[in-house]
T-cell receptor
Framework: AQSVAQPEDQVNVAEGNPLTVKCTYSVSGNPYLFWYVQYPNRGLQFLLKYITGDNLVKGSYGFEAEFNKSQTSFHLKKPSALVSDSALYFCAARRASKIIFGSGTRLSIRP | GAVVSQHPSRVICKSGTSVKIECRSLDFQATTMFWYRQFPKQSLMLMATSNEGSKATYEQGVEKDKFLINHASLTLSTLTVTSAHPEDSSFYIC???????????FGPGTRLTVT
């Protein structure tokens, strides 16, 4: 079965420190990979995507993600966390017309 | 660009009644729209995929007679929860794509509470 895994339910980071939110995928072929952020009672906001090309993808709000084909991973990173980054983050893979979402990781940034 | 709206943002209804949720693409024509359901602290579950002018394709386990989807135009899709029950209470999110665009553009979601 095709799936996207986010192994951490919650990630806690101090403001100013680097953050990483992990994602691995098990999808056949060459999927398109995405990161979305969700604030309470809101829909999903697009952060970044990997389609092809450079393995390091830069996105909104200073986030970036690194595609690693051998490890089938697409971890989300940011060099310096802000309190306002606190939210729910979803990794997703698109295969054909459907998007498969990971279970989500709650990111908490403490001042 | 690529804004998707949903209406209403919140709705409370009594058990046994039906509720309609609208999803609109405001500044583009959406060839495909998707409906998701999200339970508290959980991920999004795809319910169905709809293309303008054709019947929706439902995911396994989703009752098509309970969750009626109409995609009457390239800018509007509706989800009607028929004979709603408390277990239908959830956060419903729609999204839309344009042609072969890789991205899905998400609406802000609708919180349905069935009492």
């Amino acid at each position: 079965a095709q799936s996207v895994a986010q192994p951490e339910d919650q990630v806690n980071v101090a403001e100013g420190n680097p953050l990483t939110v992990k994602c691995t995928y098990s999808v056949s072929g060459n999927p398109y990979l995405f990161w979305y952020v969700q604030y309470p009672n809101r829909g999903l906001q697009f952060l970044l995507k990997y389609i092809t090309g450079d393995n390091l993808v830069k996105g909104s709000y200073g986030f970036e993600a690194e595609f690693n084909k051998s490890q089938t991973s697409f971890h989300l990173k940011k060099p310096s966390a802000l309190v306002s980054d606190s939210a729910l983050y979803f990794c997703a893979a698109r295969r054909a017309s459907k998007i498969i979402f990971g279970s989500g990781t709650r990111l908490s940034i403490r001042p | 660009g690529a804004v998707v709206s949903q209406h209403p943002s919140r709705v409370i209804c009594k058990s046994g009644t039906s509720v309609k949720i609208e999803c609109r693409s405001l500044d583009f024509q959406a060839t495909t729209m998707f409906w998701y359901r999200q339970f508290p602290k959980q991920s999004l579950m795809l319910m169905a995929t709809s293309n303008e002018g054709s019947k929706a394709t439902y995911e396994q386990g989703v009752e098509k007679d309970k969750f009626l989807i109409n995609h009457a135009s390239l800018t509007l899709s509706t989800l009607t929860v028929t004979s709603a029950h408390p277990e239908d209470s959830s956060f419903y999110i729609c999204s839309a794509t344009v042609g072969t665009d890789y991205e899905q553009y998400f609406g802000p979601g609708t919180r349905l509470t069935v009492t």
